[in-house]
């Protein structure tokens, strides 16, 4: 009897390759790569350099000693997953947790569940949360964009928009005395505004993703979805009290919004297969970020929101499972 091995999903007749669609990943965040290097500087480039270095030489010990099967660095996906990881992080965080970084995301986020295709969680996303609760200092100290240098020191710090206006509201502040400290959309747009790596320009975010559209490499579903979701959700209550709550383009702009919309809620091993999945689980994940940003302890919640979503992802493929080829309709009997 013959016996077929199936592999990691997905599983998609195409010309495409997995090396092939990950180095289009990696091009199209080139735009956010160079942002980050003009207003971060010689930082940036260490977390890049350092998180690129340590991902691929995890996955590798990994796959050659404790696997033992083939190695595969030279397919991409850990380079996406350190290049996001970067992004994920302030541009100050110590080497050594940037190192624990990677190996959270490689070793236990990826290749425990058995390497690219099996993974349940975006690898990234898992390191970015781990780093977060472990070292909430360090992961929430935002160096403010200033330009491009080349010091090792540390640069000045400040609260992202997000960390102003839900410590502003909860000291009893309206928005409208909180407006004079939060960026304007255009400081939005180009990336002059306190964050990590990969989410102060909106610009270099929306390309690469534009990018990915017309490659093909994704879909619209997912981020329109999500997108979608939060300006709704965002407008009524902005529309209830606009005192109280930010308007919806400043959820869109700032913190992980389109970072996560574009790049990580889109990673076709930890997302639904079908287009009705995906937009429900574009909706769930704009929903819960709301929810967490208006009402939880943190200020962002596009990381937490992803990675619930991830956790129902196979109930969701179950419930939109296509109807198979070949397959005839049920006939109901007649009594």
Known sequence: MNKFTISGSPHIKSDESTKKIMYGVVFAMVPAMLVSIYFFGFQAIRVLVLASIASLFFEWVIQKYLIKGPVTIDDGSALVTAILLAFNVPSNLPSWMIIIGALIAIGMAKMSFGGLGRNIFNPALVARVFLLISFPVQMTSWPKPEGFSIGLSDATTGATPLGIVKEGLGAGKTMSQLKPEIPTY???????????????????????????????????HIPVAMLGTVVVFTSILWGIDSEHFADPVFHLLTGGMLLGAIFMATDMVSSPMTHGGQIVFGVGIGILTVLIRVWGAYPEGVSFAILLMNAVVPLINKGFKPKRFGLKPAVSKKS
């Open 186 to 220: 255009i400081q939005d747009l180009m990336g002059q505004m306190g964050g990590s790596m990969g989410e102060v320009s909106a610009i270099a975010l929306i390309l690469g993703g534009l990018y990915m559209l017309w490659k093909k490499i994704i879909t619209w």
